[in-house]
């Protein structure tokens, strides 16, 4: 079986890794990268060992995200979850940018294909809102 004509790859979300999906997977980030063709993660990136088959990770700095988490304990910035903070029923709420994540890693592949370097990993930040910012945090 040979892998069709690409560009690039991206790849998204890498979640629940189970013994057969590395397995596939690994099998998959090996012929892409002989075959030449690039491959991106986002929102969630690949084991350690694996990282090195792929070009670039766009998301969120999961370790600044627990740091965050620590002090305010509760994730996200879904709307609802923003509602609940302006009615004071919550401290805080720290979000990921998955639009950004998105947003960008079309530019870095475009990059990659266009034989650019490119930085990695490329965080997109979070978005840490307060009961004193959580009106403007989103926007920041």
């Known amino acids: 079986m040979s892998l069709p004509a690409a560009a690039a790859l991206l790849l998204a979300p890498v979640t629940g890794y189970s013994a057969n999906l590395v397995f596939a997977l690994g099998k998959i980030l090996k012929r892409a990268k002989a075959a030449g063709i690039p491959v991106i993660t986002w929102d969630s990136d690949l084991l350690e060992r694996d990282k090195a ?3 670039a990770y766009v998301g969120t700095n999961n370790y600044e995200i627990g ?3 620590a002090k305010l ?3 996200d910035t879904l709307p609802f979850q923003m509602e ?4 004071g029923l919550s401290h805080g709420r720290v979000g990921q940018r998955p639009f950004e994540m998105g947003y960008r890693a079309m530019y870095v592949l475009k990059d990659i294909v266009d034989g650019k370097a490119v930085g990695d990993p490329i965080f997109t930040g979070l978005n840490v809102c307060t009961e004193s910012n959580h009106s403007t945090c989103l926007a920041e």
């Open 53 to 55: 088959m792929r070009a």
């Open 73 to 75: 304990v509760i994730a």
């Open 84 to 87: 609940i903070l302006a009615d």
């Open 67 to 69: 740091v965050n988490l």
